[in-house]
């Protein structure tokens, strides 16, 4: 496969359910590197497109790219071979391992084509390595050995964050990774988002105005299936169209 500058593009995608147009001839492109947050409100298709990209919807029109490569028909296996990495559509926690266990074990499991069979211990101390620098960089690094299911429910979703992280992805890929959580939980979670690497390419899905703002460096509106505002922090902040569908949330 050929890697272009180009980890995302989304070149008009449409998808339908039945008779309700979830995206409407959505596009855009994060390059390497980028950070690029998708904000609108409740059911304005900031989930279907998430789904999109992982190949668990194919688009009713239109073309997901990743990296070079169209994804059309892909399954959402294959698509996350290719170096995507999603978070929190489902709780993949293994609760009875320790939180080390788990995040070695998301590194196994979603990096196939990384791993050496020929030498297992390598690929065990080089696993270890990584899931060690995800923790500590998910400020869970002191609570490595504890059970899973011991942790509060903020610290599971920093779990959950350092297991995608450890994939060491080419896109992360972040639905709402703030929803459920108490307002202390959210600060902190909010803060251990803000300070990823800064050289991963990610694609942040938020309800959160204030959030995305401070993330992103381009954001993208969607209202209603459709792309109502695309632009920097700053001309996003300035637009009439977005303060009117954000007024009084
Ligand atoms: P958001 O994540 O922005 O809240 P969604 O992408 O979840 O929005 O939903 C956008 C619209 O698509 C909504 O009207 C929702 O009901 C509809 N929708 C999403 N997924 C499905 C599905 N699997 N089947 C039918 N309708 C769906
Ligand atoms: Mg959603």
């Known amino acids: 496969t050929t890697r272009s500058g180009m980890p995302l593009r989304v070149e008009r995608v449409t998808r339908r359910f ?24 409740n059911g304005a298709g900031k989930s279907t497109l998430f789904r999109v990209v992982s190949g668990e919807y194919p688009p009713s029109e239109g073309r997901v790219i990743l990296d070079g490569q169209s994804i059309g028909g892909m399954p959402p296996n294959r698509v996350a071979a290719l170096g995507f990495a999603r978070s929190f559509q489902t709780s993949s926690l293994f609760t009875r391992d320790t939180v080390l266990e788990n995040v070695v074990l998301a590194v196994l499991a979603h990096l196939p084509g990384r791993r050496d069979l020929w030498n297992p211990i390598r690929t065990q101390t080089a696993a ?3 899931a060690e620098a995800a923790l500590a960089r998910m400020d869970l690094l002191g609570k490595a050995h504890e059970i899973a299911a011991n942790l509060s ?4 979703r920093q779990l959950e964050l350092a297991m995608v992280l450890a994939q060491d992805p080419r896109l992360l890929m972040l639905d709402e990774p703030l929803a459920g959580l108490s307002a202390h939980e959210r600060d902190h979670v909010q803060q251990l988002i803000l300070n990823l690497p800064r050289e991963l390419t990610t694609v942040l899905i938020e309800h959160d105005l204030a959030f995305c703002l401070e993330f992103a460096d381009h954001v993208t509106v969607l209202s209603n299936g459709e792309l109502l505002a695309t632009g920097t922090p700053a001309e996003i902040r300035a637009n009439p169209e977005v303060q009117r569908v954000y007024v009084g949330s």
């Open 18 to 41: 039945g008779g309700v147009v979830a995206l409407k001839d959505v596009s855009l492109d994060v390059p390497a590197g980028g950070r690029h947050a998708v904000i609108g409100p």
């Open 128 to 130: 270890l390595a990584q």
């Open 153 to 156: 429910h903020g610290e599971m």
